[in-house]
């Protein structure tokens, strides 16, 4: 998936299928938010992508569906 068209979505629940068929839900949030800078895992790495609650990290080529919830 594109990074333009995955970063439409920030903010909002999705439901994400990644590229090993795994499908969370959650609210979508890009690593580096201001309110993250605490935690340094979802804080420190670059262009990665992360559901809350689960905080499951991932890129952006690593998602195969993505679904508004």
Same mark, same amino acid.
């Not at 903010?11 to 800078?37: A, C, M, P, R, S």
């Given at each position: 998936?594109?990074?333009?068209?995955?970063?439409?979505?920030?903010?909002?629940? &999705? *439901? =994400? *299928?990644? !590229?090993?068929?795994?499908?969370? *839900?959650? =609210?979508?949030?890009? *690593?580096?938010?201001? %309110? !993250?800078?605490?935690? +340094?895992?979802?804080?420190? +790495?670059?262009?990665?992508? !992360?559901?809350? +609650? %689960?905080? =499951?990290? !991932?890129?952006?080529?690593? &998602?195969?569906?993505?679904?508004?919830?």
């Amino acid at each position: 998936m594109k990074r333009s068209d995955l970063e439409r979505y920030l903010g909002k629940t &999705v *439901t =994400v *299928t990644l !590229f090993d068929n795994d499908t969370i *839900t959650g =609210v979508l949030h890009k *690593t580096g938010e201001e %309110q !993250f800078k605490y935690d +340094p895992n979802l804080y420190i +790495p670059k262009n990665c992508y !992360f559901l809350l +609650p %689960q905080s =499951v990290i !991932f890129k952006c080529s690593h &998602v195969k569906k993505l679904k508004e919830r």
